[in-house]
T-cell receptor
Framework: GAVVSQHPSRVICKSGTSVKIECRSL??????MFWYRQFPKQSLMLMAT?????????EQGVEKDKFLINHASLTLSTLTVTSAHPEDSSFYIC??????????????????FGQGTRLTVV | LAKTTQPISMDSYEGQEVNITCSHN???????ITWYQQFPSQGPRFIIQ???TKVTNEVASLFIPADRKSSTLSLPRVSLSDTAVYYC????????????FGSGTQLTVLP
């Protein structure tokens, strides 16, 4: 089945440095990917929508200059956390919706998620 | 996007059937209902999706009443490995819909 691969699974970086997280769709093309952040004991919060060939759309309160998103191909989206600080430590997860199957006149879709990246800024 | 309400937590014992109900009173006509499972430090994993009535796959069943304002995920004969957070989501059709996660239900299966 469709798989989304996220790398790295965990990373520790020093405060002030930048970290890049990759999200790949392995056997399907994804014109859109989503980036989420999850703090301990909390639900996933959508950060931004990554659009292939165009600018990402950021949710309210998410700094676009701090969380740089690039979606240069139909199978790869990257999230770069720039000038990371300890408060950026979190679990970052990407997802990509598939085309799914058409049921009647409606599109039946589902999204696949990456394994997540545990970022720790020290 | 329709908001969902689920119990924060549930406990069960191995071998029992577990039913988790989700309320989504303002579900739209084009919305599907999807359930995901998440283990600690992992991305969510798709469990089941439905539009109306009943859907069953190899791991779960999904019951959706006629008014579609709620849904129930049924896990038969749970095991310890089913301990996880379960999320109910509703969203529009289309290949690029974003998913909004509610609080989820922490299911703890006890021996």
């Amino acid at each position: 089945g469709a798989v989304v691969s996220q790398h790295p699974s965990r990373v520790i970086c020093k405060s002030g440095t930048s970290v890049k997280i990759e999200c790949r769709s392995l056997d399907f093309q994804a014109t859109t990917m989503f980036w989420y952040r999850q703090f301990p004991k909390q639900s996933l919060m959508l950060m931004a929508t990554s659009n292939e060939g165009s600018k990402a759309t950021y949710e309210q309160g998410v700094e676009k200059d701090k969380f740089l998103i690039n979606h240069a191909s139909l199978t790869l989206s990257t999230l770069t956390v720039t000038s990371a600080h300890p408060e950026d430590s979190s679990f970052y997860i990407c997802s990509a919706p598939t085309g799914g199957a058409t049921v009647g006149t409606r599109m039946n879709t589902e999204a696949f998620f990456g394994q997540g990246t545990r970022l720790t800024v020290v | 996007l329709a908001k969902t309400t689920q119990p924060i937590s549930m406990d069960s014992y191995e071998g029992q059937e577990v039913n988790i109900t989700c309320s989504h009173n303002n579900i739209a006509t084009n919305d599907y209902i999807t359930w995901y499972q998440q283990f600690p430090s992992q991305g969510p994993r798709f469990i089941i999706q439905g539009y109306k009535t009943k859907v069953t796959n190899e791991v779960a069943s999904l019951f959706i009443p006629a008014d579609r304002k709620s849904s129930t995920l049924s896990l038969p004969r749970v095991s310890l490995s089913d301990t996880a957070v379960y999320y109910c989501l509703v969203g529009g059709s289309g290949s690029a819909r974003q998913l909004t996660f509610g609080s989820g239900t922490q299911l703890t299966v006890l021996p």
